[in-house]
């Protein structure tokens, strides 16, 4: 098969965080020269340290609110604290690397005359009150709740990300991404994918948020990467806003089933307040990924979460935690 970014030097913000990561990884595979970029708020080393030897790879300590100069030939951006423990941890500064990041990155794109990819979320539709949701759906966002700060960051670059295409013609490429999880997750940030599988291994009780009946669609990370490939390999004219996501529903209660039965885990179910603002329901409307890209999730659950368990089971053994 012919690589697709042979010879392509690629920049991927946030590229040692859990997404960024694995986008590094396949890039390299797809024959590009990589440059990591991350601040390590949430990123770790230890997810790009089998990159390293890599003479196509290289890693750098950046804070994208800061400018930065360099020449590649297309960016991913890729970097912004995603779960909500650590998005709310400094909301200011969350709302910083979604507006100035955009801004430095879409100006650095704009230098280099080079395309440009925005990891958007699903977020943007906030509670959303259409379901499934297609990218033509406007969101139902409170912009002044404890979710703002990531909700109206991410919507405001993607409006940068729009103007810059309208204003100065720049290639933009815009996806929202749904609830992704597989290895590399951040074993302490809150996820409820990661929380589920870290309790059940511990043997302590598993959190259900509300009454559990809130659902979401979870999707593998090895899918969602491919898409962000497919996007960025396509015409000029191809900009987003794309969902990319996968559209099986499960109740957050079915999910944590799952988790128990998969790990073979006598952790009993408990419940605890639902957080504000927590949205009801997530499914993307994928039709269009279907139709622009080709593109639709190969991955089942079950599957995904074996190899996650797997993953988190290891990580918790060098720990000694298990
Ligand atoms: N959740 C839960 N228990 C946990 C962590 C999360 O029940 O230990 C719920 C949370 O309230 C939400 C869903 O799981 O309804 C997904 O939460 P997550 O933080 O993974 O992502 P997001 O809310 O951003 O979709």
Redesign the pocket.
Known sequence: MTKRFNGKRLLVTGGAGFLGSHLCEKLLAEGAEVLCLDNYFTGRRGNIAHLIPNPLFEAMRHDITLPLFIEVDGIFNFACP????HYQHDPVATTKVSVHGAINMLGLAKRLKCPILQAST??VYGDPNVHPQPESYWGHVNPIGP?ACYDEGKRCAETLFFDYHRQHALSIKVMRI??T?GPRMHPN????????IV?ALRGEP?????D?Q???SFCYVDDLVEGALRLMDTPKEVTGPINIGNPVEFT?KE??LAVLRLTNSKSELIT?P??QD???Q?QPDISYARSALGWEPTVQLEDGLKKTIAYFDDLLRQNGEI
């Open positions: 995603a779960s909500p423990i699903s977020e979710r749904f609830n999880y940030d809150g996820r409820v994918v990661s929380n589920f309790q598993i959190t259900i948020y509300g559990g809130q659902t979401r957050i999910l944590a605890r639902l957080p927590d949205p009801r997530r």
